[in-house]
Nanobody, 124 residues
């Protein structure tokens, strides 16, 4: 059974930083791409960032480019999201996700394993 557990959320002032972690168990972590998504109150869940299984391809939403960095440590079965220069509009529940099938780099709609989410709140 694939399990994803996020951690690292919290309350931070605008301009601050947080690093989210997502620990994965139940599969060979290094074989699969990983993604980060977020959902703000009253809004649909949206793509934030993703990293390929090979750690050679990354992608970011335009709203976070230059501020967020996704990375992975295959030895620790963990994916990270480093968030810098945080803004109040980054406030959301952040989810990590992966796919049940192998993809070189999956489209957002193919993510079908999800964590429980971690709350990030950015105060102005």
């Amino acid at each position: 059974q694939v399990q994803l557990v996020e951690s690292g959320g919290g309350l931070v002032q605008a301009g601050g930083s947080l690093r989210l972690s997502c620990a994965v168990s139940g599969r060979t972590f290094s074989n699969y791409a990983m993604g980060w998504f977020r959902q703000a109150p009253g809004k649909e869940r949206e793509f934030v960032a993703a990293i390929s299984w090979s750690d050679t391809i990354t992608d970011y939403a335009d709203s976070v480019k230059g501020r967020f960095t996704v990375s992975r440590d295959n030895a620790k079965n963990t994916v990270y999201l480093q968030m810098n220069s945080l803004k109040p509009e980054d406030t959301a529940v952040y989810y990590c996700a992966t796919t049940s099938r192998w993809y070189q780099f999956p489209p957002s709609r193919r993510y079908d394993y999800w964590g429980q989410g971690t709350q990030v709140t950015v105060s102005s």
